[in-house]
């Protein structure tokens, strides 16, 4: 129905006069103007304007417009008749929701006593509350308990139960002095963040499991390489001596998981050899992404490759030379095809 308004604009009501539509109309005369023409809004229906524009352009063939946009002829067709009726409008998606929704058929008293029910047991879903229900005369289904459920949850009547697990005690992680790495700390020389991991070692045939080390500097892809016999905070704490004895920088921050065998002793000695030590979060091993590579790498080329060792020290002798080949033999992809040590040297030349 089209009324005209209080200052003589024309506008468009649907069953009352929407509060201000005059006055926007007014002091809005360019979104007004727009709003009465009828243009399409949305991507799908200035597509379908552009098919009807290229129609009427080219002898208004319905079987060429199909074969052109590669819609069938009822679907142009269709779009023809919704232009020509309701103009550009027309073309907009219409409202899929069916025209006969299902209605509730329980009144409120089976409401309100399935709400009681579920707040005073909390866990039970709709096949336990059912039974009670037919229990105390009320003919009622599974599903049409299901849907009150969902309807309480939806108008917010009946809150979620807690999910807490009595029989896990949470221990709250108490570092004296690793921190998680500030969102501001960028490393941008070698030596800024080295990131530090551990990890297994069987080889077949034995029953001996080594704990293979990786350090790995972030900027130089330096690595420092030590394997043991035991994962501790001790052999940690004697790994970051290799650490900082073999690396050809200056180490000022290093990374490492929440694994046991990087805390007391280990966090201790970072702390007294003034190293900030940076602890990732749970479950995420994608923040330690260059030592995690590290570990595939040194497993492929080097434990994948090697015979069973017939000792802890024979097998750090090799470990050794496979750090000095990776470090100055084997070409770095990230590093433009240079050896760590060829791209420090490069480093330290541009000063």
Known sequence: MKRRGRYGVSMQTYGSILPGAATLARLLPGAASEARSGRPSSRQARQRLSLIQWHEAHGKSVCLTARHFG??????YAWLKRHRERGERGLEDRSHRPRHVRQPTWDSGLEARVLALRQANPRWGKDTLTPILRREGVAVSVSMVGRILVKLKREGRLLPATLNDPCIVSRAQIRPYATRKPRDYLPVAPGDLVQVDSADVRFDGTAQVYKHFSARDVISRWDVLGVYGRATAVTATSFLDELLARAPFVVRAIQVDGGSEFKAEFEAACQEKGL??????????????????????????????????????????????????????????ALGFLTPQAWLLAFAERG
């Open 276 to 333: 900030l030590l940076f602890v990732l979060p749970p479950r995420s091993p994608k923040l330690n992404g260059r030592v995690e590579r590290a570990q595939r790498t040194h497993k492929e080329e080097f434990y994948q490759l090697v015979d069973p060792p017939d000792s802890l020290a024979e097998l750090r002798v090799q470990l050794l030379t496979q750090e000095q080949r990776y470090n100055t033999y084997r070409p770095h992809h």
């Open 71 to 76: 819609f069938s002829r009822s679907t142009v």
